[in-house]
């Protein structure tokens, strides 16, 4: 079946250290994104990559980064450069649409929740 | 700037009674994007539908609807006769055309309990 897939489902991280979230698309789909998810609130977007080899910050890129080596790859590091890293964390991918006045709908992964102790 | 406006952090009903999710929004594009996404207990969002601003007519989908009003900037979603299963987070979003439809900003959701 065709599909998102994320891992670990849950990650426990001490201070101080960087982890990495892994995504991965069956979906044949170029544009891959990352968000972040906290309490009681809505997705806001870390990075999101086009195509292969590219990628753009997104409204919270600090102490995040990624790498887009693979089309169906798009790991997330989150360093110790993150202040409050303990949310849920979920990866979408869409298919990349020609002309600038178009878009295509965003499908997601199961998500990771990430707690710092 | 864009921005997605759901007023009711939760609400709570009853099986069988029919509900109204508000979302309203603001965008300077005319060329835009809605979503309406599910996200149940186990925390992935699901995709119920995709809005074009051009695209002004109501949908419905079996026991969904969608109602589209572009005067008011709104895109309200209401579940007729709800189930338990319809127990979820639902996140109301928007995507503007002029930034190649990669930033969507989406609402902070409005968690619906259904009581049996």
């Known amino acids: 079946d065709g599909g998102i897939t994320q891992s670990p489902k849950y990650l426990f991280r001490k201070e101080g250290q960087n982890v990495t979230l892994s995504c991965e698309q069956n979906l044949n789909h170029d544009a891959m994104y990352w968000y972040r998810q906290d309490p009681g609130q809505g997705l806001r977007l870390i990075y999101y990559?086009?195509?292969?080899?590219?990628?753009q910050k997104g409204d919270i890129a600090e102490g995040y980064s990624v790498s887009r080596e693979k089309k169906e790859s798009f790991p997330l590091t989150v360093t110790s450069a993150q202040k409050n890293p303990t949310a849920f964390y979920l990866c979408?991918?869409?298919?990349?649409?020609?002309?600038?006045?178009?878009?295509?709908?965003?499908?997601f992964g199961p998500g990771t929740r990430l707690t710092v102790l | 700037a864009q921005k997605v406006t759901q007023a009711q952090t939760e609400i709570s009903v009853v099986e069988k009674e029919d509900v109204t999710l508000d979302c309203v929004y603001e965008?300077?594009?005319?060329?835009?994007?809605l979503f309406w996404y599910k996200q149940p207990p186990s925390g992935e969002l699901v995709f119920l539908i995709r809005?074009?601003?051009?695209?002004?007519q109501n949908e419905i989908s079996g026991r969904y609807s969608w109602n589209f009003q572009k005067s008011t900037s709104s895109f309200n979603f209401t579940i007729t006769a709800s189930q338990v299963v319809d127990s979820a987070v639902y996140f109301c979003a928007l995507s503007e055309a002029n930034t190649g439809g990669f930033k969507t900003i989406f609402g902070a959701g409005t968690r619906l309990f259904v009581k049996a």
């Open positions: 809005r074009n601003s051009f695209d002004e």
């Open positions: 979408a991918s869409s298919q990349k649409t020609s002309g600038v006045t178009s878009t295509d709908t965003q499908y």
């Open positions: 990559s086009q195509i292969v080899n590219d990628f």
């Open positions: 965008t300077r594009d005319t060329t835009y994007y």
